[in-house]
C-alpha cells in the first residue's frame, strides 16, 4: 500500500516551453502532497506543500507563478513549469501524506527528470 | 530555522562491520526526526522514525536531545544495506527538512 506515482518519468523540452508533471496517490487519499527539487548530488529542497482543494503554500526563494502547483482532487496534484529554462533543469520529487497525525509518514514518488534545452 | 546535517558524504565499511551513520540537527521546538533510505535506482523510502522506536532491518536510531543527534545505526553491515541515506527532521506542518545525506557503501 501507500503507492505515489509520478509522470512522465523523464522529459526533455525546449526553453520557453511549459511542462506539466503529474503525481498521483494510488491507494489513498492525500489530504497533503509536497513537492521537492533535487540537484545532482545534493538533497531535497522543498518547494512547496499543496492541500487539497486550497491553494499552495510555497517556501522562501519558489516563485509561484513559475511553478504552477494545483492539487485538485485527493489523488492528484500536478506541477507546472512554465516558460521552462535551463537552470529549471532538475529532478523533481513528489510525496503525498494522508493521515490524520500532526505528523504522517509522507510516501515518494519515483521523481522526474526535467531536461530543459 | 530549522537544520539537518549529515556531515559523511560517503561511508564505506566491511561486511559484518558495525554501520553508524551522523545527523545532527538544529530546531528551536520538539522534533520529529526521520531516516530515510535510496537504493540504487528506486524511490526514497521511509526506514524509520524516532516515534516509532522501532527496528527496521536491523537498523536503530536514538534521539538524544542533549547532543541534538539522530544517529543510525547498525550492528553488522550487510551488502544489501548499501545505499543512500537521508536524515530528515519533521517541523510545522509536516513539512521535511533533509539532509545532505550519507552514501552507504558496504564492501565484502
Known amino acids: 500500500g501507500a503507492v505515489v506515482s509520478q509522470h512522465p518519468s523523464r522529459v526533455i523540452c525546449k526553453s520557453g516551453t511549459s511542462v506539466k508533471i503529474e503525481c498521483r496517490s494510488l491507494?489513498?487519499?492525500?489530504?497533503?502532497m509536497f513537492w521537492y527539487r533535487q540537484f545532482p548530488k545534493q538533497s531535497l529542497m522543498l518547494m512547496a506543500t499543496s492541500n487539497e482543494g486550497s491553494k499552495a503554500t510555497y517556501e522562501q526563494g519558489v516563485e509561484k507563478d513559475k511553478f504552477l502547483i494545483n492539487h485538485a482532487s485527493l489523488t492528484l496534484s500536478t506541477l507546472t513549469v512554465t516558460s521552462a529554462h535551463p537552470e529549471d533543469s532538475s529532478f523533481y520529487i513528489c510525496s503525498a501524506s494522508g493521515g490524520s497525525g500532526v505528523t504522517d509518514t509522507q510516501y515518494f514518488g519515483p521523481g522526474t527528470r526535467l531536461t530543459v534545452l | 530555522a530549522q537544520r539537518v546535517t549529515q556531515p559523511e558524504k560517503l561511508l564505506s565499511v566491511f561486511k559484518g562491520a558495525p554501520v553508524e551513520l551522523k545527523c545532527n540537527y538544529s530546531y528551536s521546538g520538539s522534533p520529529e526526526l526521520f531516516w530515510y533510505v535510496q537504493y540504487s535506482r528506486q524511490r526514497l523510502q521511509l526506514l524509520l522514525r524516532h516515534i516509532s522506536r522501532e527496528s527496521i532491518k536491523g537498523f536503530t536510531a536514538d534521539l538524544n536531545k542533549g547532543e541534538t543527534s539522530f544517529h543510525l545505526k547498525k550492528p553488522f553491515a550487510q551488502e544489501e544495506d548499501s545505499a543512500m541515506y537521508y536524515c530528515a527532521l519533521a517541523g510545522g506542518g509536516n513539512k521535511l527538512t533533509f539532509g545532505t545525506g550519507t552514501q552507504l557503501k558496504v564492501e565484502l
Open positions: 491507494d489513498f487519499q492525500a489530504t497533503t
